[in-house]
């Protein structure tokens, strides 16, 4: 299965990256911190956020943008940015792309943006909205990414626990 990667780009709230851990661990999707991280992985809140999920993710770190282009060389990566030309749906992700995400304060350096203008994409909200929260981010664009590939090897269907869908 060649799945997703989730980038998380210098992330600052342990409870947003434990969420987003959670969320990768359910789909069987790869998460990758580029640092600096404004916490420690072992804080209590990353663990609560990502409950008893956290020891089952596969997780990648790195020193820096550099040390993470180094090491995953080719990776076709989607940028989720505000500051988009195109909205996230108008994308057509393949199994094994990258999408990455900025810090909460400040989001992907625009350095960074300016290489990929055509890999940025925005989720659409109303108003001078700043942004969503970063693990809701995240959970949006991994799941559309999931369902333009038909959730493949994902279980699609789930089942009562004290009773049968099939009864009366």
Request: aromatic content about 10%.
């Amino acid at each position: 299965m060649a799945g997703f990667h989730i980038v998380l780009f210098e992330p600052e709230i342990p409870a947003n990256t434990g969420n987003i851990g959670r969320t990768c661990v359910a789909t069987g999707t790869r998460l990758h911190l580029i640092e600096p991280l404004g916490f420690q992985l072992n804080e209590k809140a990353i663990k609560r956020a990502g409950m008893d999920y956290w020891q089952e993710l596969d997780v990648a770190r790195y020193i820096n943008w550099e040390d993470f282009l180094r090491k995953n060389p080719g990776a076709k990566i989607y940028m989720a940015t505000t500051k988009a030309r195109h909205v996230y749906t108008e994308v057509s992700y393949e199994p094994g792309c990258y999408l990455m995400f900025g810090k909460e304060s400040g989001g992907i350096p625009e350095e960074i943006l300016k290489e990929y203008p055509e890999r940025c994409v925005r989720i659409p909200m109303i108003g001078e909205t700043r942004s969503l929260n970063l693990s809701n981010s995240v959970a949006i664009l991994l799941y559309e990414a999931l369902r333009q590939n038909q959730f493949e090897h994902m279980r699609l269907k789930g089942e009562l626990h004290r009773l049968s869908w099939d009864e009366d």
